[in-house]
């Protein structure tokens, strides 16, 4: 198998798309979204992505069938507005392999006449944060797109996130500006211990409001809630001297 080899499902006609990743990161952000966007709005499968970065191993399903480790791209047709998404179950292995991803990446949003693209993800604050304030910090490639963020409540903060924006999240920003695509990254705050459902819709609140369409949060707030308990132990633990050990959340998420 070549380095990164990209299977053809669908070829949909689509208007003015726009390219949305959502691999794995601090709390699941960016996944959880793109996910809720293929299940909500009955995404179509068009291309599967599959490549030597990713781990060495299959996937099961309920019926025991194995099926190779990959990512996915899905059409959303989200009230008339076209999107394809990205999401998978790993990101690269290597410095080296995340670019050789995110370019090929990129060529499937060329191919399709993606002219803008937003890169989803999680912040990490390091605490529990209070259901009112979940942000959203915000990045670009071309100062011009900030004003139209900024208006739907996406915060620009000097010098953050501190190191940068590492991974496809970054590099589709850095090597899509090359191209003359236009990206955005889009990062949810959240405390970088758990899933976090609720910063994946303050995330998709943002994109409901500068793409133009309307989802159902039902099935968010429904995992929102399952996590509660969980919260509920890790609050404990604050009490009893701090923050839990990575050994003692190994289980969540």
Do not use: W
Request: charged share 30%; with cysteine.
């Amino acid at each position: 198998m070549d380095q990164v080899d990209i299977e053809v499902v669908a070829d949909p006609e689509l208007s003015d798309p726009t390219f949305i990743e959502g691999l794995p990161g601090v709390g699941h952000v960016g996944k959880l979204v793109a996910e809720h966007l293929v299940e909500e709005f009955d995404g179509t499968l068009i291309r599967r992505a599959y490549t030597t970065e990713f781990p060495p191993q299959v996937t099961v399903d309920d019926e025991g069938v194995t099926e190779l480790t990959h990512a996915e791209f899905h059409h959303v047709d989200a009230d008339g507005v076209d999107i394809i998404t990205l999401t998978g179950d790993h990101q690269a292995a290597s410095n080296e392999g995340h670019y050789t991803l995110t370019d090929a990446f990129l060529d499937v949003a060329e191919e399709f006449g993606c002219e803008r693209a937003y890169a989803l993800g999680g912040v990490p604050t390091g605490e529990l944060i209070e259901d009112d304030e979940y942000g959203v910090l915000g990045a670009v490639n071309d100062a011009d797109a900030k004003d139209e963020l900024a208006a739907a409540g996406v915060e620009f903060r000097a010098d953050e996130p501190a190191g940068g924006i590492v991974g496809v999240s970054g590099l589709v920003l850095g090597l899509g500006k090359r191209r003359g695509l236009e990206a955005a990254c889009l990062m949810g705050e959240t405390s970088g211990y758990l899933v976090d459902p609720k910063s994946a819709q303050a995330v998709l609140e943002v994109l409901q409001e500068t793409l133009g369409f309307e989802v159902d949060f039902a099935d968010l707030e429904e995992r929102a809630d399952e996590m509660e308990e969980v919260v509920g132990k890790i609050q404990e633990m604050q009490g009893g001297g701090g923050m839990p050990s990575d050994d003692e959340l190994r289980y969540i998420g």
